[in-house]
């Protein structure tokens, strides 16, 4: 399983928008739309955030959306807040032969 | 609405083999919809897929971890379970049962609250 590649860290202030990177090949992020973001906070279990590039789980703030072009998908996050702040994970479907695809996470800071 | 609960040992000795268990609770293990999953993080570190098993205990595992893995499924008690033989330090990790919406998606949506385990002598 190949591994996608997110920045390690990402910061940004209160109410602005910050925008974490998850980049892929056309094997997994650019092939299929089925891109998903986890929300982590310290000792705490993942939290799905954003599904199929861009779809929104229920409760999950608008603050919160996702894109992709191309290799890359995006998470945005717009109108920062405090509890924002929390590790980052982007996965991707690569296929059948190739399952369970993680980036390696991006600590998001709130300043 | 769907729990999660992993259970287990915290410790695990080298080369000794590491059993968990996950119940499911609030929906059946028994649905055609879903996968049911295994995820480890190091300590530190990021998220690991380790497999994932279907109702009809169809299984699916990371390559790194085929050999010293099974996944197995009990859908009378609504429970599945992972056995990982050979266990060495690297193995620590929380590990985490997880619920996916499908095949290969890996759109978790529900999650356990995951179980540290160390493995040291």
């Known amino acids: 399983q190949s591994a996608l590649t997110q920045p390690p860290s990402a910061s940004g202030s209160p109410g602005q928008s910050v925008t974490i990177s998850c980049t892929g090949t056309?094997?997994?992020?650019?092939?299929?739309?089925?891109v998903s973001w986890y929300q982590q906070h310290p000792g705490r279990a993942p939290k799905l955030m954003i599904y199929e590039v861009n779809k929104r789980p229920s409760g999950v703030p608008d603050r919160f959306s996702g894109s992709k072009s191309g290799n890359t998908a995006s998470l945005t996050v717009s109108g920062l807040q405090a509890e924002d702040e929390a590790d980052y994970y982007c996965?991707?479907?690569?296929?059948?032969?190739?399952?369970?695809?993680f980036g390696g996470g991006t600590k998001l800071t709130v300043l | 609405q769907v729990q999660l609960q992993e259970s287990g040992p915290g410790l695990v000795k080298p080369s000794q083999t590491l059993s968990l268990t996950c119940t499911v609770s609030g929906g059946s293990i028994s649905s055609r919809a879903y996968y049911w999953t295994w995820i480890r993080q190091p300590p530190g570190k990021g998220l690991e897929w380790i497999g994932y098993?279907?109702?009809?205990?169809?299984?699916y595992y990371n390559e790194s971890l085929e050999s010293r893995l099974t996944i197995s499924i009990d859908t009378s008690k609504n429970q599945f379970s992972l056995n990982l033989n050979y266990m060495t330090a690297a193995d620590t990790a929380v590990y985490y049962c997880?619920?996916?919406?499908?095949?290969?998606?890996?759109?978790?949506?529900?999650w356990g609250e995951g179980t540290l385990v160390t493995v040291s002598s």
């Open positions: 098993i279907y109702y009809s205990g169809a299984t």
């Open positions: 997880a619920r996916d919406k499908g095949f290969g998606e890996l759109t978790l949506d529900y």
């Open positions: 996965s991707s479907y690569a296929g059948s032969d190739n399952l369970g695809v």
């Open positions: 056309s094997s997994d992020v650019g092939g299929y739309d089925y």
